[in-house]
T-cell receptor, first 115, second 112 residues
Framework: GAGVSQTPSNKVTEKGKYVELRCDPISGHTALYWYRQSLGQGPEFLIY????????DSGLPNDRFFAVRPEGSVSTLKIQRTERGDSAVYLC?????????????FGPGTRLTVL | AQTVTQSQPEMSVQEAETVTLSCTYD???????LFWYKQPPSRQMILVIRQEAYKQQNATENRFSVNFQKAAKSFSLKISDSQLGDAAMYFC?????????FGGGTRLMVKP
């Protein structure tokens, strides 16, 4: 079946602009995660959805970052007033069940570059 | 807070040989899960192997196996009969609740 997909694959924006990154999870997966991977580092957790609600948003770095999952499927990560430090690969993952420790399946990521 | 450490930034192995990647972690939890993910240049994280902490038996998946030492908080990955397609970044990860905590990664190079 289809895996996790993310769009766009690459996004270049200017400092101060607003961006939206989209994630389509594996069909039927109830849990969805966002991670950020800076160059040369491992991914860092941002936010976790169980269904439509954000079950854990403790990884969001500040209030410029926001994510939604209104129908319990597709999710959008929104970044306001982008800064050069936001440049990274943003990874989305989904998992099938309600246990947070289920295996997470990742998408190919969106590379965000803030000029 | 949980931390995951991969002490080898780069490793190299000859094709068909065996290589072991190291990972240690720090936690006060007793029930958790450990993972190895592979990340090729395409960026997509691919699950290699998973280990439940309550299981004493080491997980294996074909050419991939782990050496899980719970008391030492060590979780190494052994790749046997290395292939050119194994070349990638490898990340060790820990999960005791909702999120994965990743190590810094090990770049594996495979020499023909």
């Amino acid at each position: 079946g289809a895996g996790v997909s993310q769009t766009p694959s690459n996004k270049v924006t200017e400092k101060g602009k607003y961006v939206e990154l989209r994630c389509d999870p594996i069909s039927g997966h109830t849990a969805l995660y966002w991670y950020r991977q800076s160059l040369g580092q491992g991914p860092e957790f941002l936010i976790y959805f169980q269904g439509t609600g954000a079950a854990d948003d403790s990884g969001l770095p500040n209030d410029r970052f926001f994510a939604v999952r209104p129908e319990g499927s597709v999710s959008t990560l929104k970044i306001q007033r982008t800064e050069r430090g936001d440049s990274a690969v943003y990874l989305c993952a989904s998992s099938p069940g309600t246990r947070g420790t289920d295996t997470q399946y990742f998408g190919p990521g969106t590379r965000l570059t803030v000029l | 807070a949980q931390t995951v450490t991969q002490s080898q930034p780069e490793m190299s192995v000859q094709e068909a040989e065996t290589v072991t990647l190291s990972c240690t972690y720090d936690t006060s939890e007793s029930d958790y899960y450990l993972f190895w993910y592979k990340q090729p240049p395409s960026r997509q994280m691919i699950l290699v192997i998973r280990q439940e902490a309550y299981k004493q038996q080491n997980a294996t998946e074909n050419r991939f196996s782990v050496n899980f030492q719970k008391a030492a908080k060590s979780f190494s990955l052994k790749i046997s009969d290395s292939q050119l397609g194994d070349a990638a970044m490898y990340f060790c990860a820990y999960n005791a609740g909702n999120m994965l905590t990743f190590g810094g990664g090990t770049r594996l190079m495979v020499k023909p």
